[in-house]
DNA sequence: AGTGATATATATCATTTTGATATAGAAACA
DNA sequence: TGTTTCTATATCAAAATGATATATATCACT
């Protein structure tokens, strides 16, 4: 599964732009699923030559033109096809686990720093987690308030996880670099 | 920070080739960091053309050459520095997620097969998790020690949230479903 | 003795993604 | 008045992905 996969599964729910894609990613889908102007562009091109979207120019006054693309029936069928033979993944690629388990080679002061840096981003999702569930008036699909209520329930561990152990990782570390002095 | 740091990071402990470098990366930091031969031989070939890691090549009798990479000291000046300045970042791509926000658009077999499948790969991966714990006789790095218990924690609380909700999810689908197929 | 599966080991490659940047007028704000 | 933010599209070098090719060796089965 792809960008271009998503942006067929955006298009069922209403006609958008590719600006506008990016958004609703950022807003809805930005615990699991991340994706910049450079694969959603080149994407929307990509589906429209393949029928899969078409896209309407619209005049605008004072801005430039913004491209709506909207899921053709062809669009839907090929959506439901790829949801259908995607194998269910779920991909972490974590820059701060590594720099935890590199921890020995940077000073005490620096791995407090970057845990607590992790923590507040997390305290951050947390917020716009459950940000989106005070708006959900029922507005929300079953799927979406499922993947929210999953967001909210891993962010949460993971949080908790730093805040409760960084303090042990650092102790250890600084123990063990007076006894590698003493033994120098 | 990419592939090369990382490569600079696992030849801190000992010597290694391409081969092992992706063995390594499979059985300790398969939860929070994926590179393939893709990333790992062009990376090497970078650090050896900048003087970060030198490379020896072992002839073997019954096997092709081993290349043997090293860490230089420049390398690790390098690798220090890297991680100084690495904000720490945390990206998730996870297509079962997306798979769950359109489930609407699936059978509701198709999607207890997903959840299932989903709780299946982790509880792989707990097992393998709970390996590494058993193994360890004080000889796993405390940052390590560190990851491995927030793989644990993590991947434990995403499989009790799916196994918990899935058949909520499930149920709310099908209902709408019937709601709908009577309106028309 | 042969078959298939797995392990060691390096390497390539088309396709995708990343992350940053360019362009440009409008609105909001200080 | 100047600065930042918002709307909107687009490009691009660098990096990563995921699969595949190439060889040899070993190991378990039949």
Not at 4 to 25: A, N, S, W
Not at 94 to 112: Q, W
Not at 131 to 136: H, K, R, S
Request: aromatic residues 8%; contains cysteine; negative net charge.
């Amino acid at each position: 599964m792809d960008v271009k996969t998503l942006c067929l599964g955006v298009l069922t729910e209403r006609d958008l732009t590719g600006y506008e894609i990016k958004r609703h990613f950022e807003e809805a889908f930005c615990h699991f699923f991340v994706a910049g102007y450079g694969s959603i562009y080149p994407a929307l091109a990509d589906l429209t030559r393949r029928g899969l979207v078409s896209c309407t120019s619209v005049l605008q006054e004072k801005r430039p033109d913004k491209k709506v693309y909207s899921l053709t029936p062809a669009g839907r069928e090929a959506l439901i096809g790829e949801l259908m033979s995607t194998p269910p993944r779920h991909k972490v690629r974590s820059e701060f686990l590594v720099l935890m388990v590199f921890a020995h080679l940077l000073p005490a002061a620096k791995i407090a720093q970057i845990a607590d840096e992790m923590v507040a981003q997390w305290d951050e999702l947390l917020a716009s987690i459950d940000g989106c569930v005070a708006e959900d008036d029922g507005c929300l699909s079953p799927g979406m308030r499922f993947a929210v209520g999953y967001g909210r329930a891993v962010t949460g561990a993971a949080r908790a996880y730093v805040a409760d152990n960084k303090d042990r990782l650092i102790e250890t570390i600084e123990k063990e670099a007076v006894a590698k002095d003493a033994a120098d």
